[in-house]
């Protein structure tokens, strides 16, 4: 069987797990369309602030579009979103929908479009050849782990653990220490905040375990497939769907390492405190700014204030956004400390310039960690 017939039927990596992405966004897309466009749809006193789930709602389709690798851009995804939001908000004025077009509304959907695109919009691809291949080792095992049913069902059970142990949580403490006036408000929220961090655990357990089977097998980034790299060959291309690959590809870096390393610690702190200082700024501005305007305006008589819903989504929305700036910085910070390897150890910060390689592959004489020193 010739390589061109072999390119043809080897799937991708991961294509399994992109199609039930697609699945996903086209049925929640449908959902909200229907639910934002059904006729004279009212909630109940008792159920969750109205803004709030405009937000929610959007920000989970900004997601899904990005997941779906229909754009391959955090920021473009965020534009396509604003565009639909917007569109989405002026046909409810629509005679048959019975419905009416909101400013509050569709800003509650910016909000929610603008705090995912923050989230998913990672720091600037690396100039270096091996922190580059380390970013393909991420998106690699990124795609296979989707494309294991076990993953699906690992973040359906954390998800539904963050929900069972953060409602009732929630609501203990907002009736019984806080006096809440609206305890299933305060529970929705409770329980999408642990839903998430059960999520965001989960994710990053089986990224772990994914790049631990990819580099074990040394498998291509591009279909999964063995690659049979016992001649001795430190580069070369995959038989089934020629992507390149380096035989320094399949040692696994230190940074997704179980253990950590001061290294790379040092730096995520690093990130942490400046991403901290730049959202406490950039943030804490914003609000002063948008207070001092709602007063000037509200004294003129020319602007009203924002009502309680859209002033609690203010609050949750800054609380979103700085930490996605906070973990931005930290994956900045992440991302340079690759840029080391090769030059300076990431465990143990000893100097390996003129530290020979064997197949672009080399050991710290410090700590006997493996490291990977690769050309352009």
């Known amino acids: 069987m010739g390589s061109r017939e072999s390119v043809r039927l080897r799937p991708t990596l991961g294509a399994g797990g992109i199609k039930c992405w697609r699945i996903l966004a086209v049925i929640a897309f449908a959902i909200a369309l229907v639910a934002t466009h059904w006729p004279r749809l009212v909630f109940g006193p008792e159920a969750p602030s109205d803004k709030l789930l405009h937000a929610l709602t959007f920000g989970v389709l900004t997601f899904l579009l990005w997941r779906t690798r229909w754009i391959r851009s955090g920021l473009i995804v965020g534009i396509a979103m604003i565009a639909y939001s917007a569109f989405d908000e002026a046909t409810q004025m629509l005679p048959w929908v019975h419905r009416h077009t909101s400013i509050d509304d569709w800003i509650a959907d910016l909000v929610g479009v603008v705090c995912a695109t923050l989230l998913i919009v990672r720091p600037s691809r690396p100039k270096s050849a091996v922190a580059r291949m380390r970013c393909d080792l991420d998106d690699a095992a990124d795609r296979e782990m989707f494309g294991r049913p076990f993953t699906w069902a690992a973040l359906a059970v954390a998800a539904a653990l963050g929900v069972l142990v953060g409602v009732p949580a ?39 375990a ?124 992440n991302f340079r400390v690759r840029e080391l390897e090769g030059v300076q150890c990431v465990a143990c910060a000893h100097d390996l310039r003129g530290i020979a390689t064997t197949r672009s592959v080399g050991i710290c004489p410090e700590c006997g960690r493996e490291f990977a020193r690769v050309g352009s």
């Open 210 to 333: 994914a790049v631990g089977r990819l580099t074990r097998a040394h498998a291509c980034f591009g279909c999964g497939a063995t690659i049979e790299s016992g001649g001795g060959d430190s580069e070369g291309s995959c038989a089934s769907c020629a992507t390149k690959w380096r035989f320094a590809q399949w040692v696994r870096p230190a940074v997704v390492d179980d253990r950590g390393t001061e290294v790379c610690r040092r730096a995520s702190i690093v990130g942490a405190l400046r991403g901290g200082t730049i959202a406490l700024v950039t943030l804490g501005g914003v609000g002063v700014l948008v207070v001092l305007m709602s007063r000037y305006r509200a004294s003129t008589g020319d602007l009203r204030l924002p009502t309680p819903d859209m002033r609690d989504l203010f609050s949750y929305a800054f609380a979103v956004a700085a930490v996605a700036i906070v973990v931005r910085s930290i994956l900045a910070a």
């Open 170 to 208: 929630t609501v203990a403490i907002s009736t019984t220490l806080l006096l809440d006036q609206r305890p299933w408000h305060t529970a929705f929220l409770g329980g999408m905040f642990f839903c998430a961090v059960g999520i965001a655990w989960s994710w990053r357990s089986a990224i772990r």
